[in-house]
């Protein structure tokens, strides 16, 4: 995991500083290996939105909420009413109460947070070892919060159709499970878990219902207004306690902001952490973060101002017809295949009886990054990749067409180094 890193071993404290314009072109410099985000190349770690406009103005945004702090709102009140507002507009979007939520720095902070609120409330129930029962497609950000935060993560094989199994994890759950999660969608595959059957079977049992919609929470809102068909998934789904729905995917926000959603403010009320055994005065923090930067936060509120809903129908249209586009035309390249029709605009293809391996390695080859999954290549579908569908199914079918063995790269996702 982790391309190497050139770890210079001559690199020393610099005893001088230099100017603004030399690290300038010593940034351009280090960039030249990154890829091509831009050119529509990536298909994951950059959420492209293909809109100079908004890009312009969120980098403004930006600029100007780059020095301050959001850890004391009454110093700012700016930055708490935009995360107010931003709850409340996701709250009225999805179905939850309007001040049961908080913005945190991405979608593994929200779950972290969802986790340690439903430990607090078995802990609560008397529960000192509780567990947390996820279908094996979840989010490892889930498996990460059970390992940092002291909580045994029960892993349930998915059904036949790859998606969640509420009998098999029904059984699973014992008298010490504190929370249950579906995705929607998940990242593998793109689908949505059965959210009414796993919620019901976590209401009768009185534990916890978390909805992962890191992915889904500002898409499938609107692919539903759209008029496809979506699965029920929001907080209208009885039983459904909190969700993650990350604003630096498809809510088009520059990075470190996502949202946690509560079913109701008492639930908000356990995530917060208030401190007053040191000299400093009663320390207060509502999620994990202590100094918590203000720029994502003025660019959620801006994103979703900026855009409204019909700016975000626009974009989910695109991304719906884009994602056909793809799903097509992979599907009809000799030797490739869909691992399962997606919900949404997340999709797995693979290659029975070829090389998938050597097949990402042509792609990587001609530029494109695509992600590898244990059973073939991720794809996720923003605006920004309607401009190359034609040149990406032309490379595919050539590199199904003609690829060696091979070099052996793994299925990795992150990397540390
Ligand atoms: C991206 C993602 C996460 C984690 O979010 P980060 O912002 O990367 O921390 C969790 N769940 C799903 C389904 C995701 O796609």
Same mark, same amino acid.
């Given at each position: 995991?982790?391309?190497?890193?050139?770890?210079?071993?001559?690199?020393?404290?610099?005893?001088?500083?230099?100017?603004?314009?030399?690290?300038?072109?010593?940034?351009?410099?280090?960039?030249?290996?990154?890829?091509?985000?831009?050119?529509?190349?990536?298909?994951?770690?950059?959420?492209?939105? &293909?809109?100079?406009?908004?890009?312009?103005?969120?980098?403004?945004?930006?600029?100007?909420?780059?020095?301050?702090?959001?850890?004391?709102? @009454?110093?700012?009140?700016?930055?708490?009413?935009?995360?107010?507002?931003?709850?409340?507009?996701?709250?009225?979007?999805?179905?939850?109460?309007?001040?049961? &939520?908080?913005?945190?720095?991405?979608?593994?902070?929200?779950? @972290?947070?969802?986790?340690?609120?439903?430990?607090?409330?078995?802990?609560?129930?008397?529960?000192?070892?509780?567990?947390?029962?996820?279908?094996?497609?979840?989010?490892?950000?889930?498996?990460?919060?059970?390992?940092?935060? &002291?909580?045994?993560?029960?892993? !349930?094989? !998915?059904?036949?159709?790859?998606?969640?199994?509420?009998?098999?994890?029904?059984?699973?759950?014992?008298?010490?499970?504190?929370?249950?999660?579906?995705?929607?969608?998940?990242?593998?595959?793109?689908?949505?878990?059965?959210?009414?059957?796993?919620?019901?079977?976590?209401?009768?049992?009185?534990?916890?219902?978390?909805?992962?919609?890191?992915?889904?929470?500002?898409?499938?809102?609107?692919?539903?207004?759209?008029?496809?068909?979506?699965?029920?998934?929001?907080?209208?789904?009885?039983? !459904?306690?909190?969700?993650?729905?990350?604003?630096?995917?498809? *809510?088009?926000?520059?990075?470190?902001?996502?949202?946690?959603?509560?079913?109701?403010?008492?639930?908000?009320?356990?995530?917060?952490?208030?401190?007053?055994?040191?000299?400093?005065?009663?320390?207060?923090?509502?999620?994990?973060?202590?100094?918590?930067?203000?720029?994502?936060?003025?660019?959620?509120?801006?994103?979703?101002?900026?855009?409204?809903?019909? *700016?975000?129908?626009?974009?989910?249209?695109?991304?719906?017809?884009?994602?056909?586009?793809?799903?097509?035309?992979?599907?009809?390249?000799?030797?490739?295949?869909?691992?399962?029709?997606?919900?949404?605009?997340?999709?797995?293809?693979?290659?029975?009886?070829?090389?998938?391996?050597?097949?990402?390695?042509?792609?990587?080859?001609? &530029?494109?990054?695509?992600?590898?999954?244990?059973?073939?290549?991720?794809?996720?579908?923003?605006?920004?990749?309607?401009? !190359?569908?034609?040149?990406?199914?032309?490379?595919?079918?050539?590199?199904?067409?003609?690829?060696?063995?091979?070099? *052996?790269?793994?299925?990795?996702? *992150?990397?540390?180094?």
């Amino acid at each position: 995991m982790g391309e190497s890193v050139r770890a210079d071993a001559e690199v020393s404290f610099p005893a001088k500083g230099r100017s603004a314009e030399d690290l300038e072109g010593a940034l351009a410099d280090l960039r030249k290996g990154d890829v091509d985000w831009r050119g529509g190349r990536t298909f994951s770690l950059v959420y492209n939105s &293909g809109d100079d406009d908004l890009e312009e103005f969120l980098e403004g945004v930006a600029r100007l909420f780059i020095h301050e702090n959001a850890l004391n709102p @009454f110093a700012f009140p700016s930055l708490q009413t935009m995360e107010a507002e931003v709850v409340a507009m996701a709250a009225d979007l999805l179905g939850a109460p309007p001040r049961a &939520g908080s913005l945190s720095s991405g979608g593994t902070e929200s779950i @972290f947070l969802a986790v340690q609120t439903a430990r607090e409330k078995a802990a609560d129930r008397g529960i000192d070892r509780p567990q947390l029962v996820t279908a094996d497609t979840v989010h490892p950000a889930f498996a990460k919060a059970a390992n940092y935060l &002291g909580v045994e993560h029960i892993r !349930v094989p !998915v059904r036949a159709d790859l998606r969640a199994d509420p009998e098999a994890m029904a059984a699973s759950v014992t008298d010490r499970t504190a929370l249950v999660v579906g995705s929607a969608p998940c990242y593998p595959y793109g689908l949505i878990d059965p959210i009414p059957e796993l919620a019901a079977m976590a209401a009768d049992r009185g534990i916890l219902c978390h909805v992962d919609a890191c992915l889904g929470g500002w898409l499938l809102p609107f692919l539903e207004q759209l008029g496809e068909p979506v699965a029920p998934w929001t907080f209208a789904v009885p039983g !459904v306690t909190s969700m993650s729905a990350d604003l630096h995917k498809y *809510g088009y926000c520059f990075k470190g902001a996502s949202l946690i959603l509560y079913a109701d403010r008492e639930l908000l009320k356990r995530q917060f952490f208030l401190y007053d055994e040191w000299p400093g005065g009663l320390y207060g923090s509502p999620t994990t973060a202590g100094t918590r930067p203000a720029a994502p936060m003025a660019g959620a509120w801006s994103a979703v101002r900026y855009l409204g809903a019909d *700016g975000y129908l626009a974009k989910a249209e695109t991304v719906r017809d884009t994602t056909r586009r793809f799903v097509e035309g992979i599907g009809s390249i000799d030797g490739l295949e869909i691992t399962a029709p997606p919900d949404m605009s997340v999709f797995e293809f693979g290659a029975p009886g070829l090389d998938i391996g050597a097949i990402g390695d042509v792609m990587d080859d001609r &530029g494109w990054n695509l992600d590898r999954q244990q059973g073939g290549l991720h794809v996720m579908v923003f605006p920004g990749h309607a401009a !190359v569908v034609e040149r990406f199914l032309h490379d595919l079918a050539d590199a199904a067409a003609h690829h060696g063995t091979s070099r *052996g790269k793994s299925a990795a996702y *992150g990397g540390v180094s």
